[in-house]
């Protein structure tokens, strides 16, 4: 019994120490947790010095895979220049088997140059879904023999699986004379589809853009006036005139458009050394302008490089109430803008087209959203160089097409104005075109670099004369202007070698076109740089598009696309994309292919093409 109880009082003392012991690591661990919750309450600063380490390594490997993808497109494009020099090459049926040729074109019909990427294999899929059942590892060079027509359908398929993923549309890139002749009805344009586009174009141009003589003369009346207030102003002296630059004045502009103007101090006066640029003198001018009838003067752009001033000057005929002054910009001694105004204003008088093309090109970019430097897209003087680089370098072939122009045969739809020689121009027609084989050697000092002179020379028109005696050497474009926009979108979506020239005037038949490694060596442009690259007519060593990332390229070049597939889809009605799209007049049609851009994803900074919604407004 004694026994008993003892043990009873044994296993009772051990139960209490055992209770005791539990309530102690409670305690403990309470005292723990205590002291890790003021342990994180307490170091903020070393939290957030690892969450900047998270997040400079978070950008550094972003950084590195951009690289990557980068390295990987050039790679990729390599690889397809070489299969489409090979594809080319008259010679590669001596060289290569049949069946291989087959396999490389096989190949390259899976390359996009706007994705600047093969699309995947449908070949490599099914062979790995084959080989996951027995464990084996794909070929990636594994393509079928022999070769048919449906292993090409299948690479088709799978291409514009990718285009719909990555650009948001199928692209079409068949050639001008894939259209015009055309191997079967889907192919080929309808007979009127052209001309019925080409007198939209030109009634539109008529009804909104074409400047009539009234406001041209309005235009004048402003300029007398602005003449007239800088010579009571007294800050400049006697003789100093005021000229019309831009697109009032180089016949691309619209009856909207703003009126810049230059002032030109007679040669025989020179302005105070205390104010080389003339700000202090504009600002004077500014100050006059205040107290006469002039509104709204702006003086916050007088410490850029050509001092500007901005004001609104009374209209003489005041159509709307809300409009009664129109928005003017003054300068002073802006040469080369005017030298450029008038090398554009010859082209716009022999070629009567590319005014008209203008118009739609302009109102083509501003919709689109790729007509604003300020998002790192390219300017209207630059798509405008753009038209005419076009327009020097391409003509109208024996079929009714538009290819590049060969030496001796006619003459390019507009021959180039500092490159052409006189004798051509005075010739009969039916001439063969000729170029001078070296410019006259001109100098100008540049307004604003030191020690920089240009060549300002370039065959100016005189009269309309000589400009009735140029046009009727030409071919008659006006006609055609249809067919030459769809030529130019497709020239700048597919057919320009950006890696390798650069858009420019000066090219000439006998050089060919501008190299960028030219370009690079005379005046450090970017070498190795597939982005667009144009270059000033007379500042050469300027880059007009010098804004232009490679985000916005891939823009831009998408968009040249974007509207060459629409008209060419529209022209064999192969409107299945597009929602089988109705048209009940050419002006609805314009307004499809200029429609605006509802919402646009332009990473300037971003290394390759960018997937944009090419959702538009109805």
Not at 140 to 167: D, G, V, W, Y
Not at 202 to 230: D, T
Not at 242 to 266: E, H, T, Y
Not at 553 to 582: C, P, V, Y
């Amino acid at each position: 019994m004694e026994q008993e109880l003892t043990a009873l009082r044994e296993e009772k003392k051990k139960a209490e120490e055992e209770e005791n012991a539990t309530n102690d690591d409670d305690d403990d661990k309470e005292q723990e947790e205590t002291v890790v919750v003021v342990e994180q309450e307490e170091p903020n600063g070393e939290m957030q010095d690892l969450a900047e380490k998270i997040r400079t390594t978070t950008g550094t490997l972003m950084s590195g895979r951009s690289g990557n993808d980068r390295k990987w497109r050039d790679v990729q494009g390599a690889f397809a220049a070489i299969l489409k020099a090979v594809l080319k090459n008259q010679a590669s049926s001596l060289l290569f088997k049949r069946e291989l040729l087959t396999k490389m074109k096989l190949e390259y019909s899976m390359w996009c140059c706007l994705c600047e990427s093969f699309a995947p294999s449908p070949f490599q899929q099914q062979q790995q879904q084959q080989n996951d059942n027995v464990g084996l590892c794909v070929d990636p060079s594994s393509f079928p023999f022999p070769i048919t027509a449906e292993h090409f359908r299948k690479c088709q398929e799978s291409k514009r699986s990718m285009q719909t993923e990555n650009l948001g549309f199928i692209v079409n890139d068949c050639t001008l004379q894939d259209l015009m002749r055309g191997d079967t009805e889907q192919t080929k344009a309808t007979p009127t589809f052209f001309a019925d586009f080409s007198l939209a174009v030109r009634q539109l141009y008529q009804e909104k853009y074409a400047v009539s003589e009234a406001i041209q003369q309005e235009r004048e009346y402003v300029r007398a006036g602005v003449e007239a207030l800088v010579a009571q102003s007294g800050v400049f002296p006697p003789g100093t005139r005021v000229s019309i630059f831009g697109s009032s004045a180089n016949g691309f502009g619209s009856p909207s458009s703003d009126i810049d103007m230059c002032l030109q101090i007679p040669p025989a006066h020179k302005l105070d050394e205390d104010d080389a640029t003339g700000s202090q003198a504009m600002e004077k001018l500014a100050t006059f302008f205040e107290s006469a009838e002039v509104k709204n003067v702006d003086v916050s752009r007088l410490s850029a490089r050509i001092p500007i001033v901005k004001f609104n000057f009374p209209r003489t005929k005041i159509d709307d109430p809300d409009k009664t002054h129109i928005e003017c910009d003054l300068c002073m001694q802006n040469p080369l803008a005017l030298l450029n105004t008038t090398l554009l204003r010859s082209y716009a008088d022999i070629s009567p087209a590319a005014r008209i093309m203008a118009s739609i090109v302009k109102r083509w970019a501003v919709s689109r959203d790729i007509n604003n430097p300020a998002k790192h897209s390219l300017s209207s003087y630059g798509y405008i160089i753009m038209l005419l680089h076009f327009l020097t370098s391409h003509c109208v072939t024996k079929e009714g097409t538009i290819g590049p122009y060969l030496q001796n045969v006619g003459a390019p739809m507009v021959p180039s104005l500092q490159w052409m020689d006189l004798e051509w121009a005075r010739s009969p027609p039916g001439i063969p075109y000729m170029e001078l084989p070296q410019k006259p050697n001109k100098k100008m000092p540049h307004p604003t670099e030191a020690n920089y002179f240009v060549n300002p020379y370039f065959c100016h028109i005189p009269n309309r004369e000589s400009v009735a005696h140029m046009q009727n050497k030409l071919a008659d474009l006006q006609s055609s202007v249809g067919l030459l926009l769809l030529a130019f979108f497709r020239f700048y979506a597919f057919e320009f070698d950006y890696k390798s020239h650069v858009v420019s005037l000066n090219a000439t038949l006998r050089r060919g076109p501008m190299s960028r490694e030219v370009k690079a060596e005379h005046d450090a442009w970017r070498l190795y740089s597939s982005i667009l690259s144009v270059e000033d007519p007379f500042e050469t060593f300027y880059d007009v598009a010098h804004v232009v990332k490679a985000g916005s390229h891939h823009r831009i070049r998408k968009e040249f696309a974007l509207a060459f597939t629409k008209l060419a889809d529209a022209s064999t009605n192969n409107m299945g994309q597009w929602d089988n799209k109705k048209f009940t007049s050419g002006q609805e049609f314009i307004d499809w292919i200029c429609e605006p851009l509802l919402q646009s994803t332009n990473n300037e900074e971003d290394s390759g093409p960018t997937t944009t919604n090419t959702t538009t407004s109805t």
